[in-house]
């Protein structure tokens, strides 16, 4: 059956790039973690129905540009909701700044972050998103693996996982917990390429490690961006995937 907002009637096409913005309900929002701290975000959903499940995103590390803006999220928020009816939650961590505000307290190294990506499953789960899955990148997926266990998540998707923060005890409670972990591993990663990861991961045996080949650990270029979107999508609902690379002009808002 087609997706309402993509068989909208409008015959011009146009490509989907890499500043191009859909049309989504955007909110700004703030919620509190344990230890009392104000973190703020954006939710994006789905314009005209309900999504039919929900991104929480963790950014890359904060002390090196990482911020809830850093691209392949922010991509994942302007495309997402129009393209495959999800919720997009983007934050930023403790102690870090975007466009959108500052979270308060101080970058704590991941440690005082599990009270982070408590608050923001909570938040995602009191609004009545549906079926949440963690989607970290680089020191995001650090935090997806220590604590996302412990959270009312379907899974974990990694998008270059560096396994600088994760033990290998942490990481082999997923074995087993019934929780889908997807990695996806860039090529020419600085950090975890997937030779390494193979191994690394085994204490997983059921986990999904796909190698992507000429990426880089920031997803550079569109066509990498797309192949981050696409897996996502396929993982977190399939029958939206393959993403399309164009869409009718009246969906495109920005």
């Known amino acids: 059956m087609a997706r309402p907002l993509l068989a909208c009637g409008v015959s011009e096409q146009v490509e989907v790039r890499s500043g191009t913005v ?3 309900r955007r909110e700004d929002v703030a919620f509190d973690t344990a230890d009392g701290l104000t973190l703020v975000g954006e939710l994006a959903v789905p314009v005209d129905r ?8 963790l950014h890359p590390l904060p ?3 990482g911020f809830m803006d850093s691209h392949v999220l922010r991509k ?17 961590t ?6 959108r505000g500052a979270s308060e307290g101080e970058y704590d190294g991941g440690v005082a972050e599990r009270y982070d990506v ?4 909570a938040f995602a789960t009191g609004r009545g998103l549906p079926h949440p899955w963690l989607v970290g990148w680089s020191f995001g997926t650090e935090l997806a693996l220590k604590y996302g266990l412990a959270e009312d998540v379907e899974g974990a998707i990694l998008l270059s996982p560096p396994l600088h923060r994760t033990s290998e005890s942490e990481l082999a409670r997923w074995h087993g917990s019934g929780r889908p972990l ?8 600085d950090f975890l390429r997937p030779a390494e990861a193979r191994e690394r991961f085994a204490v997983v045996p059921e986990a999904e490690l796909i190698a992507v080949d000429g990426a880089k650990h920031l997803w550079v270029g569109e066509p990498q961006v797309r192949r981050a979107l696409d897996e996502i999508v396929r993982v977190v609902n399939p029958a939206a995937s393959p993403l399309p690379t164009t869409v009718p002009a009246a969906l495109v808002v920005d």
């Open 118 to 121: 408590a608050a923001a499953v």
């Open 22 to 24: 859909l049309a989504a």
């Open 63 to 65: 002390t090196h540009g």
């Open 76 to 92: 994942a928020a302007n495309r997402l909701p129009a393209l495959a009816d999800l919720a997009v939650l983007r934050f930023n």
């Open 50 to 57: 309900e999504p039919v499940a929900t991104l929480v995103t």
């Open 182 to 189: 997807v990695a996806l591993v860039p090529e020419l990663d």
């Open 94 to 99: 403790r102690g870090t700044s975007s466009p």
